[in-house]
DNA sequence: ATGATAGCAATATTCCAATATTTATCCACA
DNA sequence: TGTGGATAAATATTGGAATATTGCTATCAT
């Protein structure tokens, strides 16, 4: 019997495949939170949830797996990786240690259009509310946006395509934990006094500095959850 | 729909999948350079190579991207990621960077057992011979697990299990240009001293020499490559 | 000759049904 | 009550057919 899929011939040649579409959806809802922490991935759901064959699912979930944010043990299915307070101190460790190779090398590399970028993705970042809510914490994909591109301009002068990367993979994985720290501390938390003045040590070329500034910014998140005595739904880590 | 229940073969739970398998199998096949860089991986041909169905094959396929050992572009299928010089410096630079890291935390958490662990590494590498042909170099499997391991067990103590899956993944990475720098430098390369040098300076807790040594270590591969004037096969890139 | 384009072959992607495995349930029995 | 073990249900994995897309080749108009 011939199935009919979706016939549908428009002009555009085929774009991006079905995995990849589902592949950014999930990515995105975990990483935002719409998929917590340690949720099953079971076919039937996925199906339905993203409107997609079995096929181009658990393509993405393998690709997701190999950056660590699901996890899956054969023959038993995929979950969204946990999270736990030893893997947020390891994550925000690693991020120190990594970003500030990063933080030392662009601002060793630092030019002019290097500054330029990063006044202007300070700029555009402090015209966006952190909160899509007034009331309460609410995630404003905006914010994260500009927020991402505001640490992308810093760091990404280090002149390394797979640093560059590596940071971006930790800058996602970190985005969970980040949420949730948002929650508990909005709106005490002044972000953007932080970001003005990682900004200023840079510019100034001020490497210690700027250093000193990005640790304390990166542990933030820590310490924040940490003081909360909020315990993390500790589930299975994928590392 | 009747669902058959009758499993013919059992006592033994389901091991790893097809895709798993497969996936370890391509990986292998990659890193050894048995599959060159560029190589497009069709589905028709690694369904035969592998004797797999196409839907494992191309979950391994999509981890293996994840990984960036291969690349893809959405409709045109897949291809073992390239090599180039550039792309040869910017993963030795990254690895001296990161593994510098690993390494200095590792020597600063040092004990008895760590120690003995690398002597133990060591005197088992020490064992094995090269290359699988004492005519000319020939990729020698136990070799080369040793070898892994070695530094594993200098590496392995810094505390951060990410740093180490990083640490592991530019390895092997780095495997594929190292095939090629064998080939080329076998048999004048003393590796067997480097690596007793190595082992020395970290013993010792000589921080700054390990360091130096095992930057010089990793600069090899890229030296042997770059004098040789031999042109890589310039494929595409993945990262 | 050059460039456009239709038709066709090759390949990539996707859906789905068949199969394998795990998980839940029930029952016999100590 | 609890334990082991069969059986059924649920779920995960896989193979292959069906479909979509790309790439090639022949043909034609300029």
Redesign the pocket.
Known sequence: ?????????DSR???P?????VYDQIRRDIITGVLAPGH?????GLRERYN?????V??ALNRLAAENLVC???????HVAGVGSEDLADLIKTRCWIEEIALRESIANGDDAWEDAIVLAFHRLSKVPRSASSDSYEFNPDWEKLHHAFHGAILGNCGSPRMIAYCDLLADQANRYRQLAASISYPNRSEGDEHQELMNAAIERDVEKAVALHHAHLGKTNNIIMKSGLSLPEGQIAL
């Not at 011939?2 to 011939?9: A, D, E, G, R, T």
């Not at 899956?72 to 995929?78: A, H, T, Y």
């Open positions: 019997m011939p199935v009919k899929q979706k016939s549908s011939n040649a085929g774009g495949t079905i995995a990849t579409a099953k991935l079971g076919s039937t997609a064959g079995i096929s181009p658990r393509e899956f043990e054969d023959q038993k299915g995929f």
